[in-house]
């Protein structure tokens, strides 16, 4: 068995360097650390990727055929479905890695030279930008689930100039031209007042699915999750139990500042689809994905990194919702794929146990029957709640 957690604590001397973290956490005897530092200016984004680098038990990170099993997806779908992958800076090793990962769990070779894989700058051209050790992980991690969930997609990663909302919003214009009808963001800044400006800019693209990352910082909200025009995405941990679905998912939270991101926007409209009364804005989250570290997914990366290694935060649920997105068919042309789990909510796993803070009203941070902010309405039970 490959230890993943504990073979990235043996390298945690040497990846200190190459990969610039934050804010080290500890729970239950599992340590890990945020990839990306946090924010040093306005309207700059940070990775919500959580690399494990101790653990308590010697427990692999969960693979294709676990997070397929826990959410009820088909295997070996996303024939004909482009995902984009959106990050700043470069992994020059992504597409080698993103080979062996999908070689370890018997995926499909997913190639430049195939014709699956393509990497591009923002502007959809060569200019590729300077490479960067803690958001390569993030790149990894992304590439990774997209694949775990829709290995016959193909894989669109543009990578932005830098982690300016600037340059990662052109980067999501870039794939949208250039035909990704799926578009994973595992990033985001806290809310400002250019947060409009550049949800228009941005992310009103009507017959796309943009699932974004609720963030990992516990209650409040970020951007640009907190966009009327995409998917947000919250976390849960999970875990094999004896229920007949054979596992069992609740609220991932850590601390009152660790944990997934959920609550009421102060800038951003409410869409029309959602109708919950205690926030009279835009409500974070819409669906839920694994995100616990402690429950944390498989990923390989030798790009500040040196191997196998378990990787949590949102930044592992966005691209799991983007890749059931694929699963699903392309949205209609004008659609707007953030309101179709709204339509059918039945097709959900529910999540109504486990908190993030103590909030009024409770359901913006706590979990419940029905719609609740961590979790929003619920985790993938098939593809049914992803289509139009």
């Given amino acids: 068995m490959r230890t993943f957690a504990l073979t990235a604590a043996v390298l945690l001397t040497t990846l ?4 610039p973290t934050h804010a080290d956490t500890t729970h239950r005897g599992t340590r890990w650390v945020h990839n990306c530092a946090r924010p040093a200016h306005t309207d ?8 494990v680098v101790s653990a308590a038990t010697e427990r692999e990170g969960y693979g294709p055929a676990d997070l397929l099993a ?9 024939e004909g479905a482009t995902v984009a992958i959106i990050d700043a800076y470069d992994n020059p090793n992504a597409e080698a890695d ?13 190639t430049t030279d195939g014709g699956c894989f393509r990497k591009t700058d923002q502007r959809g051209g060569t200019r590729i930008p300077r490479a960067d050790g803690a958001w390569a992980g993030e790149t990894a991690l992304d590439l990774a689930m997209v694949s775990a969930i829709a290995p016959r997609a ?4 543009v990578e932005a100039d830098s982690a300016g909302i600037a340059d990662l919003g052109a980067a999501v214009n870039t794939a949208v031209a250039m035909g990704a009808k799926v578009v994973s963001i595992s990033w985001g800044a806290p809310e400002n007042g250019n947060a409009a400006s550049y949800d228009t800019r941005y992310f009103d693209h009507p017959g796309v699915a943009i699932a974004v990352a609720a963030g990992d910082g516990g209650y409040g909200v970020i951007f640009p999750a907190s966009s009327p025009h995409v998917t947000a995405v919250g976390g849960t ?12 998912e609740d609220v991932w939270s850590t601390s009152s500042t660790e944990g997934t991101g959920s609550g009421c926007s102060t800038k951003l409209t409410k869409p029309k689809w959602q109708t919950d009364t205690g926030c009279t804005r835009r409500t974070v989250a819409d669906v839920a994905a694994v995100a616990d570290p402690e429950t944390g997914v498989a990923v390989y990366q030798t790009y500040g990194g040196s191997g196998w290694y378990t990787y949590g935060g949102t930044s592992a649920a966005a691209p799991i919702i983007a890749a059931t997105y694929a699963l699903a068919g392309a949205p209609a042309v004008g659609s707007r794929p953030a309101s179709f789990p709204y339509a059918h909510s039945d097709a959900l796993n529910d999540v109504v146990s486990g908190s993030t803070a103590s909030c009024r009203p409770a359901y913006l941070c706590t979990a419940g029957p029905g719609y609740d902010g961590p979790t929003g309405l619920g985790t993938p039970n098939g593809v049914g709640a992803f289509q139009g």
Avoid: F
């Fill in 98 to 110: 993103l080979g062996v990962y999908r070689a370890h769990y018997g995926l499909p070779a997913c």
């Fill in 16 to 19: 200190t360097a190459a990969t």
């Fill in 70 to 78: 826990a959410y009820g997806l088909p295997a070996d779908g996303g």
């Fill in 154 to 157: 193909h894989l669109l990663l």
């Fill in 237 to 248: 941990s999970l875990r094999n139990d004896s229920s007949p679905r054979g596992w069992a």
């Fill in 44 to 51: 700059t984004a940070a990775c919500q990727a959580l690399r």
